[in-house]
């Protein structure tokens, strides 16, 4: 699609893309050009208008509040949720020794290939729980 819009936006590459369409062709690619850009400028202008009537809304009500002597402070955290806590890592369940180097596994996720390896020579996941 990239291409495409590249076609589009390209002058000289357009106009070689539309080339052995005829007159009563490009006109019809006309119109629906016409009627697509119609409906993105009413779609812009409404989006505008609503934008313009919220902005109107928080302005009366950020009035309403300086009048009875309210702060967003005073409103507190309502709405606002904390940030979710990240739990402690999963404490490792299996190691193996490779080289001297241990390697432990929790367990969950993708299995280390040093297991995968050690399953396949007969050995079981008891053989490493620690």
């Known amino acids: 699609m990239s291409e495409f819009l590249d076609i589009l936006t390209h002058g000289r590459r357009f ?13 019809d690619v006309s119109v629906k050009l016409e009627k697509i850009i119609d409906e993105k400028a009413s779609q812009a202008e ?5 934008m313009a009537e919220r902005n109107a809304k928080i302005e009366e009500i950020r009035k309403q509040m300086e009048a ?26 299996y190691q193996i020794e ?8 929790t367990g969950q996720g993708r299995m280390p290939t040093v297991f995968k390896n050690e399953l396949e020579n ?9």
């Open 46 to 50: 409404a989006e505008s208008e609503a």
């Open 68 to 93: 009875i002597g309210l702060s967003v402070d005073d409103i507190g955290g309502a709405g606002v949720k904390p940030a979710p806590k990240k739990r402690a890592p999963r404490p490792a369940k």
């Open 15 to 27: 106009k070689a893309a539309v080339k052995e369409l005829s007159l009563e062709d490009l006109k």
């Open 122 to 130: 007969g050995r079981t996941m008891e053989d490493f729980l620690i």
């Open 98 to 105: 490779v080289n001297g180097e241990m390697v432990q596994w």
